[in-house]
């Protein structure tokens, strides 16, 4: 069945970036009619929608990270990606990878299929 | 951006009675599109109702979700054990962003 997996660094300096990446199981992104995206977890802000991408590219960001985010797709890998520039404390969270379901073909949908999750924590 | 408001904070029950979570919003949630979501501790959020009122894969019916609008509605009735959990609600009308509420815990 459809899996989601997120990996990357647990611990990030301020200011520099967290690179993570989502590998989807189960699915081809490029043959999939739906969108994916991610999310991350405070416990002071709760969830939060950080963007969402489609496998031509096209995507939809949080205003509220401006252009700190970058979210990209490679087909070829079955992978999506998440880029998060100038790292400070308050980017300390649980980010979640998750497609964009039951529906198919729009981010105006809920999040049916969610990774596990992976810690990341910005410290010196 | 939609804010999502959720009532109860916290909720306390026995197993078998009735839990009616509220969930409101600050301007009205088009075509209903809001998902409630139950998580629980160490694990990620799983989808158990979208468009107010369908419950997702595998959900027992004793989840029934209800509302439009800016008021919606999640209900369990008879609460089991495996109940006893934070619930999210979210609304997928209005992007970017889309927005989830703060949480409701349903405790023992």
């Known amino acids: 069945q459809l899996q989601l997996l997120e990996s990357g660094p647990g611990l990030v300096k301020p200011s520099e970036t967290l690179s993570l990446t989502c590998t989807v199981s189960g699915d081809f992104i490029s043959k999939s009619s739906h969108y994916w995206a991610w999310i991350r977890q405070t416990p002071g802000k709760g969830l939060e929608c950080i963007g969402s991408?489609?496998?031509?590219?096209?995507?939809y960001n949080n205003p509220s990270l401006k252009s700190r985010v970058t979210i990209s797709v490679d087909t070829s890998k079955n992978q999506f990606y998440l880029k998060l520039t100038s790292m400070t404390a308050s980017d300390t969270a649980v980010y979640f990878c998750?497609?964009?379901?039951?529906?198919?073909?729009?981010?105006?949908?809920?999040?049916?299929?969610w990774g596990q999750g992976t810690m990341v924590t910005v410290s010196s | 951006e939609i804010v999502l408001t959720q009532s109860p904070a916290t909720l306390s029950l026995s197993p078998g009675e009735s839990a009616t979570l509220s969930c409101g919003a600050s301007q009205s949630v088009d075509g209903n599109f809001l998902a409630w979501y139950q998580q629980k501790r160490g694990l990620a959020p799983r989808l158990v109702i979208y468009d107010a009122s369908t419950r997702a894969t595998g959900i027992p019916d004793r989840f029934s979700g209800s509302g439009s609008g800016t008021e919606f509605t999640l209900t369990i009735s008879r609460v089991e054990p495996e109940d006893f959990a934070v619930y999210y609600c979210q609304q997928y009308a209005t992007s970017p962003p889309l927005t989830f509420g703060q949480g409701t815990r349903l405790d023992i």
């Open positions: 998750a497609r964009h379901g039951p529906h198919s073909g729009s981010h105006h949908d809920a999040f049916d299929i």
């Open positions: 991408i489609y496998y031509s590219g096209g995507t």
